[in-house]
């Protein structure tokens, strides 16, 4: 089964930046496709970036207002997201997942791997 690890999330002020990052275990990562999910308290979860196998393909969710970038490094078998101009409602636990397909997509349903998340805080 494929394993994903998040980490690099934190207490940040609002305006900061943050880059998570999930690791995922395994020899065929380059050709999942990727995405990072959020959940805050009392609230669902909602896409907010997608990237198809070979980064090809991004995909972003109008929440997040341009100020995210989703990218990959298929020689660490890692994901990245970049988080920039951060403010009090991206907080949030943030959850790294993988598709099998390689598709870009925002769907959760298309997702097969789920990591078990990292939470990011942004105090004002």
Do not use: H
Not at 67 to 77: E, G, H, P, Y
Not at 79 to 94: F, G, K, P, R, W
Not at 99 to 113: I, K, S, V, W
């Amino acid at each position: 089964q494929v394993r994903l690890v998040e980490s690099g999330g934190g207490l940040v002020q609002a305006g900061d930046s943050l880059r998570l990052s999930c690791a995922a275990s395994g020899r065929t990562f380059s050709i999942y496709g990727m995405g990072w999910f959020r959940q805050a308290p009392g609230k669902e979860r909602e896409s907010v970036a997608a990237i198809s196998s070979r980064g090809i393909y991004t995909l972003y969710a109008d929440s997040i207002k341009g100020r995210f970038t989703i990218s990959r490094d298929d020689a660490k078998n890692t994901v990245y997201l970049q988080m920039n101009s951060l403010q009090t409602e991206d907080t949030a636990v943030y959850y790294c997942a993988g598709e099998r397909r390689g598709l870009a997509t925002m769907r959760a349903p298309d997702y097969d791997y789920w990591g078990q998340g990292t939470q990011v805080t942004v105090s004002s």
